[in-house]
């Protein structure tokens, strides 16, 4: 059976993952190991008055109680975000000082205060709980409707108003005319909740200080270990980089929370230094819930104008978004670059202006989560298309066809350029997958056993690989989006591919892997991934928005052709033929049409021994390269769900769920529907079940999975899960990413559905069974 | 979620508002108190044990009595931090109305918690209060009722 491209190899890394041997940070053990347990704020707003830490560092065990003083006055940098956005008059976004522990006032519930360093886990905890803060409790607020209020409490002094930014993007005034001269407008006012990420794997962090050459070494859950190390020590000055190596090691999860650097690696690393002691931190769920960065939180008003044959003239929105408490690392990009610019959707749409306002709450810090601005730019587009073909008695597939872009490449008003695509045929597949045709009958029969049958669509598009870097750092970027790869072919032909990509869970040793095998004509076995050590890898951005296939994988390729053409000059220069009659093929270096011929396995050695090399070459046969991508990537495609309600209890099951999905040069099938399969679950899962719910007064009231729904595997269907692609004309393999898609598409589907059944539009998200039962009703 | 409750007390209402400002007979009646001590006569500190859903901690906090309109009325107020587990406050309004020999107790109550105990046992927080309350109540009741002039 072949590995190479478009083969559906089981996964390499699952034989460790499923017999229990993955080896992940809180399997790291340093010398003379110790335990961090820190003390967090109960209080969602509160000036910190005094913190008595006498009781807890007399306890057994302790070795050292710290605490923010401490930590600024050792000069460690306030937490910052690495994307300026800037407000419509110019103005620079408003960043609040953050402090990984507080030093003078709280401002959410799980806002760190000091730490305890001991002997055992249970010890640091028993002393964290006998720390005694004194607290002066302020007002607090949770919303953020709420927070740009008169009455409502000020969380930063540098942000009146508790205003970050008042951003736009879009012509306005246009828009404005458009929707004047419209014959129908659709308006609708539509909120994103919130979520918490929730991966398998908490947080976890060892900070291993070693006084003897002052060098930091940190093992942590990241999805990008040099941007870490880079922030760390540009930005928080715990250690210059050639002193701080950070590694990445198997981690389980991330989706998007693990990209960020927070104050417990911070806090691990400066108290490493500070006890001369290792120092490990591991997140229970409990912990997670008020520390992990949270996703979405919108309220959105949008307006959508059609000209009287149904295509559309203009979209006018208007968002507030949470950033919670504090800006984190990428914050400021999610509800403004990686949102408004998706907001054309797959249409041809002349105006668009998008305003948003970004607020504090006194909530856990927000930032990406699968997806990241793109399932919210998704949602506002695809609830709007919905609604609008319902008003105007148009069919919902016939009216987003009629609008779709048809000719590329096709430059939207709000900065993307859209490079290729076949919107039609998504739809087309998905129609027919789902069998759109039967709908009338089925609903028939639905409705013969009292159940309310609906079918919606979504027709999403995304911006993945988030590059490329001049672009984004035009657009406010801290940092350039390119990734970088070596191939190290050892003397005996095996292969070492070393990558800025991080897996945690998207299978990288694999179709890595494959695409090296392909290429060298050896097996998949001889080919081994490095990634997610500073030490080892010369540089990576790591993996994020859909990133790793083609930005991660592009790097591989540039590496690998200059390890080709070495290869191709030894064999010439060893068969005595021609650079160009050499082939590569079946693990032999060949001259074409000759029976001359030496294995794979033997240009390795002739490039190590160097005994018989071209004249001026290099010994060895090691290659590095950085990619940088000409554009970003557009995957794009049609979801369809069918739901059926129960009337009597507002109970949804969803009845069938069809993708179609354009995600470019698919290297592993198996690996890429596993994907899909996980992102509509989590989609389907914001759409039915999820809410972090704070009260008015900023206390989590969804901390443990007691009251935060996740979704199972009982409340899923089996997906039907189809491809037509086009191939990405901007990178080398013409892959476009398909990390976040199902969990962009899917939730406009589900809520299109339901809404279809009950026959009312008005339905926000959780659809839960009580929310669906008062939506029907309020239709009655 | 503000708790109201009405109880008929067989005593004179100086015998009652005489227990309500008593430090040994608070300790009896409220639930879960370990220790009390009275700093004035006003303000006691204590320590109280509560379980609230999966969450059982031990509060040290502080009780304040105030709005006080001998012998009607007065506003008895409490908070407590429970370590890790976070942190109650609650208050409670109790008039005492004259009714022939007896008293007429009523009682409007609220509580607040946050931390762990908001995370983990918001859906129970309110039954909890009712219970602690109620329960406060009913000691009350049934010792004034067995210690009292009426009950003895």
């Known amino acids: ?780 | 979620m503000d708790m109201t409750g009405q109880y008929r007390i067989g005593a004179a209402r100086d015998i009652v508002w005489a227990a309500l400002n008593d430090v040994e007979v608070l300790k009896l009646c409220i639930p879960g108190c370990e220790e009390i001590e009275q700093l004035s006569p006003t303000t006691m500190t204590a320590r109280v044990v509560q379980k609230i859903g999966p969450v059982k901690a031990r509060f040290e906090g502080n009780i304040e009595l105030l709005n006080i309109e001998a012998p009607a009325s007065y506003t008895i107020k409490g908070e407590g931090q429970g370590g890790v587990a976070g942190f109650a406050k609650g208050s409670a309004d109790v008039t005492l109305a004259e009714d022939g020999d007896e008293t007429v107790l009523e009682f409007t109550a609220q509580a607040q918690v946050g931390g762990k105990l908001a995370r983990l046992g918001s859906r129970l927080i309110d039954a909890t209060a009712k219970k602690v309350a109620t329960k406060f109540f009913d000691n009350f009741h049934t010792h004034l009722t067995e210690k009292g002039p009426t009950g003895g």
Request: proline share 4%; aromatic share 8%.
């Open chain 1, 1 to 780: 059976m072949s590995t190479g491209i478009g083969a559906r190899v089981k996964r390499k890394e699952d034989k460790r993952f499923i017999t229990g041997k993955g080896k992940y940070t809180d399997d790291i053990r340093g010398d003379n190991q110790a335990y961090a347990a820190f003390v967090r704020s109960p209080h969602a707003h509160a000036r910190v008055k005094g913190i008595d830490i006498a009781a807890a560092a007399a306890m057994d065990g302790v070795i050292a109680v710290l605490d923010g003083k401490q930590l600024t006055g050792d000069g460690i940098g306030n937490i910052i975000c690495g994307w300026a956005v800037s407000s419509k008059d110019g103005s620079p976004m408003n960043m609040g000082a953050w402090s990984a522990l507080a030093t003078d006032r709280v401002r959410y519930v799980g806002d760190a205060v000091a730490v305890v360093i001991a002997e055992s886990p249970a010890e640091a905890r028993l002393a964290a709980e006998a720390v005694e803060v004194d607290y002066e409790i302020l007002p607090a607020n949770a919303h953020a409707d709420r927070a740009l209020s008169k009455s409502a409490p000020q969380l930063h002094d540098n942000a009146p108003g508790n205003l970050i930014y008042d951003w736009e993007i879009g012509d306005g005034a246009a828009t404005d005319k458009a929707l004047a001269g419209a014959a129908h407008v659709t308006e609708m006012a539509l909120t994103n909740n919130r979520l918490s990420p929730n991966a398998m794997e908490p947080r976890s962090a060892v900070a291993i200080y070693d006084a003897s050459d002052e060098h930091y070494t940190l093992y942590t859950t990241s999805q990008n270990p040099h941007v870490a190390r880079l922030v760390l020590s540009a930005f928080y000055q715990v250690a210059p980089e050639n002193k701080l190596r950070v590694i990445a090691p198997d981690v389980g999860g991330g989706f998007g929370s693990k990209i960020f650097i927070y104050p417990e690696e911070i806090t691990c690393l400066w108290a490493s230094m500070k006890t001369n002691r290792s120092v490990k931190w591991t997140a229970d769920r409990s912990e997670a819930f008020i520390t992990d960065a949270h996703g979405r939180d919108h309220h959105t008003t949008a307006k959508m104008g059609f000209d009287k044959d149904g295509r559309i003239v203009g979209l006018k929105v208007d968002t507030i978004a949470n950033l919670g408490a504090y800006m984190s690392l990428f914050s400021s990009s999610v509800p403004t670059y990686l949102y408004a610019t998706l907001l054309s959707g797959q249409y041809n749409i002349a105006n668009i202006h998008c305003n948003v306002r970004a607020v504090y709450t006194n909530t856990v810090p927000i930032d990406a989560y699968r997806g990241a601005g793109r399932p919210e730019a998704c949602f506002v587009v695809e609830r709007m298309m919905e609604t609008a073909a319902r008003e105007m008695g148009r069919d919902p597939a016939e009216l987003r066809r009629l609008n779709f872009v048809q000719a590329f490449p096709h430059q939207t008003p709000v900065i993307m350029a859209y490079d290729a695509g076949d919107f039609d045929a998504n739809l087309d597949q998905a129609m027919a997958a789902a069998d759109v045709a039967g709908f009338a009958a089925r609903r028939k029969e639905a409705a013969s056993r009292g159940k309310l049958r609906g079918l919606g669509y979504s027709s999403y598009i995304e911006a993945c690989g988030i590059a490329p870097s001049a672009a984004v750092g035009s657009l406010g970027a801290g940092v350039g989006l390119w990734e970088s790869a070596e191939v190290r072919v050892n003397p005996v032909g095996t292969i070492e591919v070393l990558t800025g990509s991080h897996s945690h869970g998207q299978g990288h040793e694999t179709t890595f892997a494959q695409i090296v095998a392909e290429r060298f004509g050896i097996g998949l076995d001889a080919v081994s991934i490095v990634h997610g050590d500073t030490d080892k890898v010369q540089f990576g951005m790591g993996t994020y928005g859909s990133r790793s296939g083609a930005v991660g994988m592009s790097a591989i390729v540039k590496a690998m052709d200059k390890v080709e053409a070495k290869v191709r000059k030894i064999a010439a220069h060893v068969l005595e033929a021609s650079e160009a009659d050499i082939v590569i093929e079946g693990g032999q270096v060949k001259v074409a049409g000759t029976d001359k011929a030496m294995g794979w396995h033997e240009v390795g050695l002739t490039a190590y021994m160097a005994h018989n090399l071209p004249p001026d070459m290099e010994p060895g046969l090691k290659e590095s390269a950085f990619y940088d991508p000409a554009n970003f990537t557009f995957p794009a495609g049609t979801y369809i769900c069918e739901v059926e309600v129960d009337p009597d209890t507002g109970e949804t099951e969803i009845v069938q769920f069809t993708a179609s999905d354009d995600f470019g040069t698919i290297i592993n099938p198996m690996i890429v529907e596993g994907q899909v399969h996980g992102g509509i679950a989590q989609g389907i899962g914001q759409a039915m079940l999820e809410q972090v719910v704070y009260s008015d007064d900023g206390q989590l009231l969804t901390g443990s999975y007691m009251d935060y729904a996740m979704p199972r595997a009982s409340d899923l269907p089996f997906f039907s899960v189809h491809n037509a692609a086009t191939v990405c004309p901007n990178n080398p393999l013409g892959i476009k990413g398909c990390g976040e898609a199902g969990a962009i598409g899917s939730p406009p589907a589900v809520i299109n559905a339901i809404t279809d059944a009950i026959g009312n539009n008005n339905l926000a998200m959780p659809a839960t069974p009580q929310a669906v039962w008062n939506a029907i009703q309020a239709a009655k």
